[in-house]
């Protein structure tokens, strides 16, 4: 039987719920990454490092809801937070101790944070750092690098891991504003050179796409100098790393100081959250001048701006990881697990890596040899990596496989809680080595 029939017998009550779906969806889903031919997997509950489907079977989950559940699922300090929150009100539609707790912090661990302004997401959060840096600078164009996601407003989504470089819906005005560059710091300096109204720069911390094309050594300090040099703000979108790659972000690791950062995911404990912290003299374009309205005020509402539940949740979620331990341990067991992959591509004699920083890890099998020692981190192969991608029905055959086996990707590769087990490493390198003969079998890999 082929994987993909096998994952159709197995899971009726996803193929059933996804056809509901694709009546009232398009394509049946809610976020582009949890589309997955024939149908994606339903989820009933989840606990720690796992989740249970509709059809009964439990996954060893490398989602981790998209990243934000440093903690696994259903941590005991971030429920009882949110439970207790539940009793005493969802939205008050006013302010309330919780958000000043959540800011404080922030502000504690977060080097580049000296104040913070919450949002309800990611997206929002990379939109109102835009929206300040060219208020303080009065510049409109915005630099940023191809494939880096930074959600899905119309600024950032111009040559990202979602989109083309003229992807439809947006205005050509608004693309003019747009420079997409490669990573590196030479197309840096002549877009600078060739242009005097760029207001900001944008990267992703760890590289595109959550680090799948991770930056060249020693490329944010340099970024970080230019945009110094020119006036323009420095933003690194923290929305994956902060608080995960150590408690103050990859900025803190670096020793780079950005003007703003981004952040979401680990920030809000697994519930809505993002936030745009750092200088003072920019975030204050938000503020109400004391005497009267000045136009340079920025203005910024959102209903479910630091909510309540969310804000309890986000508090006991960044008291809980503030030493630094759930992120050692996750990284620790990451680079075990990849250190295991590795070993059985070499011990199949098939071409490819996994590779990632922190607790992420990435798998990129494509060409005829491996593109990289087997232990790298992947940020001396961005240039491979990028030149020879993994072939998209392979990606989703892999996909399947290790679902059949109880294994939950997300997309190419994962992430790590602080709640995953040895037993869940050793598990996932059996599933890993059986998917992988699998995939050769059915003649996707080339034999050995």
Known sequence: MSIEARYVE??????????????????????????????PIYAERAEGPYKWDVDGHRYIDYVVGHGALLLGHHHPAVTAAAAAQLTRGTHYGASHEHEIAWAEEVVRLVPAAEVVRFTSSGTEATLMALRLARAATGRP???????????????????????????PGIPAATLDSVLVLPPNLEAVEAAFAERTDIGAVIVEAAGASSGQLPLPRGFLQGLRD????????????????????????????????????TLAKVLAGGFPGGAVAGRRDILEYLQFPGGGPRTEKVGHPGTFNANPLSAAAGVACLREIADGTHQQRAAALAAALREGMNRILTDLAIPGIVYGQSSAFRVHLVGDAPPGPRDSDGRDLAHTLLETPMPPELARLLQLALLNRGVQLFGTGGMLSSAHTDDDIAATLDAWQAALIELREEGCIPPA
């Open 10 to 39: 197995l899971h009726p009550g996803s193929r059933a719920l996804y056809q509901r779906a694709a009546a009232v969806l398009p394509s049946g889903v809610t976020h582009d990454s949890r589309y997955l031919r024939p149908f």
């Open 141 to 167: 164009a915005v630099i940023k690098f191809e494939r880096h996601f930074h959600g899905w407003h119309d600024y950032v989504v111009p040559a990202s891991s979602y989109a083309g470089r003229v992807p």
């Open 226 to 261: 230019i945009s110094a040099r020119h006036g323009a703000v420095f933003i690194m979108d923290e929305v994956v790393t902060g608080f995960r790659w150590a408690p103050g972000g990859v900025h803190e690791l670096e020793g780079v100081r950005p003007d703003l950062v």
